[in-house]
């Protein structure tokens, strides 16, 4: 069965600090993994897919298929980084829908 | 471009009642899917539309259905409500058959509580 497990609800962080949300996901398969945020009052979208392999908002995130993880890092973190994370995962084939984690919320303390 | 629109924003039913929510889809987008978000979960997939047609189904039982019209818009229909079928509907629209256009872009979503 595909799942995706975020095993924190609530991260707290100072500003300028390193930031790592945790994914790690089940599969009998290959794959693609998501990571969407919701940032306050707006709608959910995407922060940034593995198979880009490209930094957004300062953010990236490694595909680890031995440890079937997919955590998102950022050297430091800013206040403006602070809203809902949700990792996702699809698989590679077609356009298949999306399972969800439970989300991290993420908050960055001044 | 026009994103993803969704109504309406909220709405309250009662126990036993049936409910139809609404998606317009993005510009371009010939694919819908419908999401279930209770509260302090991740969005759980219903089911998806493609050219008129379900193209996948979650864990949801027959009493949630949907339609997809020519121009891929789209609608969910809950009947014989349940207190559990309170939570946050989100819709997401993408473009099939499109290399690289797989990314999914949500609505805002409709807040439906059953009392």
């Known amino acids: 069965a595909q799942r995706v497990t975020q095993p924190e609800k609530l991260l707290s962080v100072f500003k300028g600090a390193p930031v790592e949300l945790k994914c790690n996901y089940s599969?009998?398969?290959?794959?693609?993994l998501f990571w969407y945020v919701q940032y306050s009052r707006q709608r959910l979208q995407l922060l940034l897919r593995?198979?880009s392999r490209e930094s957004i908002k300062g953010f990236t995130a490694d595909l680890n298929k031995g440890e079937t993880s997919f955590h998102l890092k950022k050297p430091f973190a800013q206040e403006e980084d602070s809203a809902m994370y949700y990792c996702?995962?699809?698989?590679?084939?077609?356009?298949?829908?999306?399972?969800f984690g439970k989300g991290t919320r993420l908050s960055v303390i001044a | 471009e026009t994103g993803v629109t969704q109504s309406p924003t909220h709405l309250i039913k009662t126990r036993g009642q049936q409910v139809t929510l609404r998606c317009s889809s993005q510009?371009?987008?010939?694919?819908v899917s419908w999401y279930q978000q209770a509260l302090g979960q991740g969005p759980q997939f219903i089911f998806q539309?493609?050219?008129?047609?379900?193209?996948g189904r979650g864990n949801f039982p027959p009493r949630f259905s949907g339609l997809q019209f020519p121009n891929y818009s789209s609608e969910l229909n809950v009947n014989a409500l349940e207190l559990d079928d309170s939570a946050l509907y989100l819709c997401?629209?993408?473009?099939?058959?499109?290399?690289?256009?797989?990314?999914?872009?949500f609505g805002p979503g409709t807040r439906l509580t059953v009392t």
């Open positions: 996702a995962l699809s698989r590679t084939s077609g356009n298949t829908p999306l399972v």
């Open positions: 510009s371009g987008h010939n694919t």
């Open positions: 599969y009998s398969g290959s794959p693609e």
């Open positions: 539309y493609y050219r008129e047609e379900e193209n």
């Open positions: 593995h198979i």
């Open positions: 997401a629209s993408t473009s099939t058959g499109l290399a690289g256009g797989r990314e999914q872009y």
